[in-house]
Nanobody, 117 residues
Framework: QVQLVESGGGLVQAGGSRRLSCAAT????????MGWHRQAPGKQREVVAV???????NYADSVKGRFTISRDYAKNTVYLQMNSLKPEDTAVYYC???????????WGKGTLVTVSS
């Protein structure tokens, strides 16, 4: 199994920045891609950014050019640097890890980011 713990959420003004972290423990060897999803109030969960084991990244159109996902393999941690934040970025951000070995996705409990206008 894989356990994921997010941190870094909080209140930030529009135009500001925030960095989220997600630390993975457990069966680290089994992790393939990692990434971030978010769920805004009253909306469905959506993909924000993904990073593969090889370092390839993909972003939702709504965050391209503003958010950057990165991965520290030594610390088993994935980050989401969020710049130029907008009120519509307000959401609970969830970290996830895909495990091809087990055929399962694991999720953190989420961290709330609130962007005030």
């Amino acid at each position: 199994q894989v356990q994921l713990v997010e941190s870094g959420g909080g209140l930030v003004q529009a135009g500001g920045s925030r960095r989220l972290s997600c630390a993975a423990t457990g069966s680290i060897f089994s992790i393939g891609a990692m990434g971030w999803h978010r769920q805004a109030p009253g909306k469905q969960r959506e993909v924000v950014a993904v990073i593969t084991n090889s370092g390839s990244t993909n972003y939702a159109d709504s965050v391209k050019g503003r958010f950057t996902i990165s991965r520290d393999y030594a610390k088993n941690t994935v980050y989401l640097q969020m710049n130029s934040l907008k009120p519509e970025d307000t959401a609970v951000y969830y970290c996830y890890a895909n495990t091809p070995t087990y055929g399962m996705d694991y999720w953190g409990k989420g961290t709330l980011v609130t962007v005030s206008s």
